[in-house]
């Protein structure tokens, strides 16, 4: 058998894992495997510019193709600069796997140059984590890892590698496991036939129904037969943040998002509803606001890969736990060969009702924001982008407005195509996200929707981007402050606009892009979003940073009324309220 | 609800940790937990002693049945059980007392296992109330140090929990 060292071990595994990509940053620690992969050539390794950057990154290159993301970073700080990156991926459910270097296993314990407890700091926001004892235990621990990563409900595992363990000098034999056996570790499969059953039945007696469809339908690849079914039953969809593309985003059954931004139809639709198929989705706190006054007539069916999301705010009346393709894949093979079908004339009422709603407050029916002015609305500058790249865009976003904004009006017809954070909220995801994305799509737009908060908390990476040559456009709707914050505040605090304007101190973006070699432009007039809009998205081969001051004081409706308030009470402007 | 939960888990290094720190990353109590290897020394067995209503229990031993070292769980309080808890006590026991001592200790079938002229060490085993009951038998004023194992469980009857 080949005799390789422990960093050597490392890469080869990671090789024989089908790794294409690494992003990463090295340090003293990391130097051994940084070595080893300096003298290989099956990876490609990106030098990112902050390890923020690199967990983003791998994050952005899996949601966008459903491979695990892998990082490497070196011990101590490299180590806890990856934490927020870590935390965004386990609170949206992303297979990754984060090697980190590790002082000497002798100086473990002895508060060593650049050591920090990796396995504890990041234990609560991993799926799970290894410390490496000997190199002879690296090729399972790799193979676990990409495996616990990518199976069940995905999230994202560390390995934490001593540095002594990667030493050149020690060689081991080296064999790639073909099969692993974890008697700890069963990840759900097909759902329990008789619930299944149960939920057809409950789907078919449904005169209200909405298939409410989140993330888990996205990452476990269940769109289609989402589709498929939607449409056979002729059933509304709504879609969370985390589903958008889940649900065909054109499509005339889709609601629109759900919850605290959700559009008017979909929230009051799920208010209610009498059947709610839920998918892949966990009731989050944004979306079913005060849980107690949350879609009192409805009947819940939960579909999820993981049992602790099912009950876990909002009680099922039928639960199942499975994978979202074998469930969806029953419930659709049952539905065909049933001679029962819904009530069409209640079907018809519900579309009348939703339809109705539509009219009167939904977002894609009319313009619900201010047409007149000489400010450019910063959802018409999301409307010019769909418009531009035929809404078949990878977009990146970062958090806040603007994010909203993107949810709301870039309607998404494709799964892995909307790539935001959507549980941890993390500002500075979008950049390295888009660089992840762009990599694994070289020939596909790639968008960053930010704002002039958020983009400059992962700027630095602009510097990766022309390194590898990432042609990106960054959308930047620059109101000048911390939007969502100050929409808070003048909502709640009175307009008390604490710490969230940033007067005059803002960078020149334009300046900012050429000073690392790219293209900048501003639009500031209305009449010539389109144009300079079109103008950007025709470069191809330069990344350009498309800086549009848009107009500061507007807020993102509609918006659930809190605290207290149930699905259906929105604010729908700043003056009116359901 | 107070609720006995005995797990089976894998020995390794870190095991225990993530599982203490599930409970206060979640917000669950711990009342007690002890935890030792099996008769296989690649498992360990872990009972603890929760508190919560239905919904948070299965909130447990869901979140504990995620854990990928966690090999499997059974809460012991759904059905009947057996509880043990170990409890060592040093008594002040001088003149009279020592007597009156000794008898609580016949009383609850505990044993004294060390003796000075001025103190009783004393082991009592049985359920955390037994326990309980003992100490308050006692009386306050003769109880220098109190030392308890936290709950030990296991089924009664032919159920087994094992791999």
């Known amino acids: 058998m080949e005799l390789l060292s422990g960093g050597d071990m490392l890469v080869r595994a990671l090789q024989d894992e089908g790794v294409e990509l690494i992003f990463g940053y090295p340090g003293g620690a990391a130097l051994h495997i940084y070595d080893a992969i300096f003298r290989q050539k099956g990876i490609k390794h990106i030098l990112v510019r902050h390890e923020q950057g690199a967990t983003h990154a791998a994050d952005g290159y899996a949601r966008s193709t459903g491979k695990a993301g892998v990082v490497l970073v070196t011990s101590g700080p490299g180590a806890t600069n990856a934490i927020t990156g870590i935390a965004t991926a386990y609170m949206d459910s992303i297979p990754m796997v984060v090697v ?25 926001i991993v799926k799970h984590s290894f410390l490496v004892t000997s ?30 363990v990667t030493n050149p000098a020690d060689r081991f034999p080296y064999r790639y496991p073909e099969k692993l056996r974890m008697r700890s570790y069963t990840p759900a499969g097909k759902g329990h036939s008789g619930q299944i059953r149960k939920a057809m039945a409950l789907l078919l007696s449904a005169r209200r129904p909405v298939i409410y469809a989140g993330g888990g339908v996205v990452q476990g690849d269940g769109a289609e037969l989402l589709t498929e079914l939607a449409q056979r039953l002729n059933y509304p ?98 539905l065909k060969a049933s001679e029962e079908q819904p009530d069409q004339s209640a079907i018809v009422d519900w579309w009348r009702q939703i339809d109705d709603w539509r009219e009167r407050h939904g977002i894609y029916t009319a313009s619900r924001y201010r047409t007149d002015g000489d400010m450019i609305m910063p959802q018409e500058a999301i409307k010019a982008m769909y418009e531009v790249t035929g809404g078949d865009a990878f977009v990146t976003s970062d958090v806040g407005q603007h994010q909203m904004f993107a949810a709301q009006y870039y309607l998404f017809d494709k799964p892995r195509r909307w790539i935001n954070s959507g549980g941890l909220g993390t500002m500075g995801f979008g950049l390295p996200a888009a660089l992840g994305v762009k990599i694994a799509h070289p020939d ?26 990432l042609p990106v456009k960054i959308l930047c709707l620059n109101n000048q402050a911390l939007g969502m914050v100050k929409q808070w505040q003048e909502m709640q ?26 293209l900048g432009m501003k639009i500031e007039r209305r009449d010539e979003l389109h144009d300079k809009m079109r103008e950007a998205f025709a470069i191809k081969d330069r990344t350009v940073f498309i800086d549009v001051y848009v107009d500061p004081s507007e807020h993102v409706y509609p918006m659930q009324v809190m605290p207290n308030g149930s699905m259906r009470d929105m604010w729908l402007s700043k003056t009116e309220r359901t | 609800m107070r609720r006995i939960i005995s797990v089976l888990m894998e020995n390794e290094p870190g095991a225990l940790s993530r599982v203490v720190g599930l409970f206060s990353q979640r ?89 000075t002229s001025n103190m009783y060490t004393v082991q009592v085993s049985g359920t955390s109330e037994k326990l309980d009951a003992f100490l308050q038998a006692l009386g306050e004023h003769t109880i220098m140090e109190v030392v308890r194992s936290g709950v030990s469980g296991i089924a009664r009857g032919e159920k087994v929990l094992s791999v």
């Open chain 1, 100 to 124: 980190s270097g590790q002082v000497a296993s002798d100086k473990i314990g002895e508060d060593a140059f650049q050591e920090t407890d990796m396995v504890g700091c990041s234990r609560p």
């Open chain 1, 237 to 334: 969809v709504t879609n969370t943040l985390m589903g958008l593309g889940a649900y065909p985003g054109s499509d005339k059954r889709f609601l629109g998002m759900l919850g605290m931004h959700g559009t008017f139809e979909a929230n009051t639709a799920m208010h209610h509803a009498d059947v709610i198929l839920a998918v892949g989705a966990r009731f989050d706190d944004r979306v079913t606001n005060t849980p107690a006054k949350f879609c009192p007539g409805a009947k819940i069916i939960h579909v999820d890969v993981d049992p602790a999301s099912i009950s876990k705010t909002i009680v099922a009346d039928v639960p199942i736990v499975g994978t979202v393709q074998s469930v969806l894949g029953e419930l659709l093979e049952m």
């Open chain 1, 444 to 469: 596909q737009d790639v968008v960053c929707v930010t704002g002039e908060g958020s983009i400059q908390m992962c700027i630095q990476e602009l510097s990766t981007a022309t390194q590898y040559h």
């Open chain 2, 27 to 115: 917000g669950y109590n711990i009342e007690s937990l002890t935890v030792a290897p099996t008769e296989d020394e690649t498992l360990s067995r872990l009972t603890l002693v929760t508190i919560g209503d239905d919904h948070k229990i299965e909130q447990v031993t869901k979140n504990l049945n995620k854990l990928i070292d966690v090999v499997k769980l059974v809460d012991l309080t759904e059905g009947a059980h057996i509880e043990r808890e170990l409890l060592l006590v040093k008594v002040r026991a001088t003149g009279a007392q020592r007597d009156e001592v000794k008898r609580s200790v016949d009383i609850f079938r505990g044993q004294i296992v060390d003796v």
């Open chain 1, 135 to 164: 190199a002879e235990e690296i090729p399972e621990i790799v193979k676990k890892a990409f495996y616990i990563a990518t199976t069940g409900r995905p999230g994202p595992v560390v390995i934490d590698v001593p540095k002594d």
């Open chain 1, 493 to 518: 605090y009175e307009g008390r606009l604490s710490h969230s304007v940033y007067e005059e101190s803002l960078p020149d973006f334009v300046k900012l892009a050429e000073a690392y070699g790219h």
